[in-house]
């Protein structure tokens, strides 16, 4: 599985978009990014995932790039809720398992 | 209703006892897993299993044995236990084919060995 990149922290007002990068260099062709999140003491939560396309659900949106080398989550109006653990993984979608690595992730916290 | 469930959420037990962790999944997956997460908040894979067949074992010592009695379960057993086993142990599932990555978490399990 590709490895991911991301910033180890950053702050975000209330209220304002966040906005979250990831780098996915070496991710190959049949890869999806997958975005999880982990609020403090609880067990990660799926947020979104795609492969080239931008997508958005009730939670965030997921703007890849072009060459599918990064990408960046979006959570439009960020809430005090938000503050957590952010993690963006690669794998591959039609496999019995996903044997995901989460990295270090990127720490938002989000400020009144 | 709660999609993946864990017990006990907390465990503090003495070096060199025997614990288990149960884990239940009521989403119908066939694939779940056992994810540790130490001080560090590193979360890593330990195993995978789908449809009660073993997977994914990462290099994990072999005081911990998974057992899953149906697809709908999957329980850790850990013997002997040590210090460094402390960590927050989450049970995971997915459905293979809808996104193999795209994984529900369950609560976790706080074990506390002294």
């Known amino acids: 599985d590709a490895k991911t990149t991301q910033p180890p922290s950053m702050d975000c007002a209330e209220g304002r978009a966040a906005n979250l990068p990831c780098n996915h260099s070496?991710?190959?062709?049949?890869?999806?990014v997958y975005w999880y999140r982990q609020i403090h003491s609880q067990g990660p939560q799926y947020i979104i995932h795609?492969?080239?396309n931008n997508e958005t659900n009730e939670m965030a949106s997921l703007i890849i790039t072009e060459d599918r080398k990064s990408s960046t989550l979006i959570l439009p109006h960020a809430t005090l809720r938000d503050t957590a653990v952010y993690y963006c993984?690669?794998?591959?979608?039609?496999?019995?398992?996903?044997?995901?690595?989460f990295g270090d992730g990127t720490t938002l916290t989000v400020k009144p | 209703d709660t999609a993946v469930s864990q017990t006990p959420k907390y465990l503090v037990t003495q070096m060199g006892n025997d614990k288990s962790i149960k884990c239940e999944q009521n989403?119908?997956?066939?694939?779940m897993y056992w994810y540790k997460q130490d001080s560090k908040k590193f979360l890593k894979i330990m195993f995978s299993?789908?449809?009660?067949?073993?997977?994914i074992n990462e290099t994990v010592p072999n005081r911990f044995s998974p057992k899953s009695p149906d697809k709908a379960h999957l329980n850790l057993h850990i013997n002997s236990l040590e210090l460094g086993d402390s960590a927050v142990y989450f049970c995971?599932?997915?459905?293979?084919?809808?996104?193999?990555?795209?994984?529900?978490f369950g609560p976790g399990t706080r074990l506390t060995v002294t």
């Open positions: 989403l119908g997956h066939d694939t």
């Open positions: 995971a599932s997915s459905q293979p084919g809808q996104g193999a990555v795209e994984q529900y």
């Open positions: 795609g492969l080239k």
């Open positions: 070496t991710i190959s062709g049949n890869e999806y």
């Open positions: 299993y789908n449809n009660k067949e073993l997977i």
């Open positions: 993984i690669v794998g591959s979608y039609n496999t019995n398992a996903g044997k995901s690595t």
